[in-house]
């Protein structure tokens, strides 16, 4: 392991585990590349208050210039001035570029890839995460703390205009927008067996981008939803995905 200072801030769950994709993302990277680390774990209510007081910049503005504040963070103390950074993308490049492998195969993000990396990240917020809501929303609500519930279920209805549980596809609706993630995730595997060579990741053995986007998703969903969500995936593209998780469950310790 290499010896680094470095504290990792995630998303409290009431499960052991975080279930954001994106702060996923980034611990997967730290994982494969066998960084120290601490989680700093912070309630979603507490974001804002908890980046501002650590110096984290925000991830956004909104348009009246109003800053956004997301996890993942991260505050990397192994040299002075620390590094602090917000979003899980830069994160990643900066742990590329501060703690290069000198294998160049196991790089996660080479620079020559990061535009087909953005295509592929593109094609799954649009044919996967931004599809799940009205089949997750509800999964998602019970996974968060009380006090984090009452934060998602007032922005989410506000965002839509009617209750959580009227947000939530039921019946042959749900099953028919299940299909349709379905289709998605096979379009995956379709162009995954396209790839010459052994492992069941992207690349092959070693961790990309990619996997980090994909694998995060994945987690998301099986730590949310073991028994709808995962049941469903694990059961699509004749098995993939419970191989592609087995490869991937070297690097999902979580610290």
């Known amino acids: ?93 900066y742990l590329e570029r501060t703690y290069t492998d000198p294998d160049s195969s196991r790089a996660v993000c080479p620079p020559a890839s990061r535009a087909l990396h953005a295509i592929f990240e593109y094609h799954v917020a649009q044919s996967i995460t931004a599809q799940l809501l009205p089949v997750m929303v509800m999964h998602m609500y019970d996974k968060k703390t009380p006090r984090d519930r009452i934060h998602f279920r007032q922005r989410t209805e506000a965002a839509f205009g009617k209750k959580l549980e009227d947000i939530e596809l039921k019946g042959k609706d749900r099953e028919e927008h299940w299909n349709k993630i379905e289709r998605a995730f096979d379009l995956l595997a379709t162009s995954m067996r396209a790839r010459s060579g052994a ?32 049941m469903k995936v694990s059961s699509w593209s004749n098995g993939k995905w419970i191989r592609y998780m087995a490869a991937l469950s070297k690097w999902t310790a979580v610290e």
């Open 1 to 93: 392991l290499a010896v680094t200072k470095i504290i990792f801030l995630d998303i409290l769950t009431v499960l052991p585990v975080p279930t954001s994709p994106n702060t996923w993302k980034v611990r997967l990277t730290l994982n494969y590349k066998e960084l120290t680390y601490g989680t700093k774990w912070v309630e979603t209510t507490d974001i804002e208050s908890v980046c501002k007081s650590l110096g984290i910049p925000p991830t956004s503005m909104l348009p009246d210039g109003t800053p956004t504040y997301t996890l993942p963070a991260l505050i990397d103390n192994t040299f002075t001035p620390p590094a602090v950074l917000s979003d899980s993308n830069p994160i990643i490049e």
């Open 199 to 230: 492992g069941e990741l992207f690349t092959g053995s070693n961790l990309s981008l990619a996997d980090c986007t994909l694998g995060g998703l994945l987690l998301a969903l099986r730590y949310d939803s073991p028994d709808e969500a995962w």
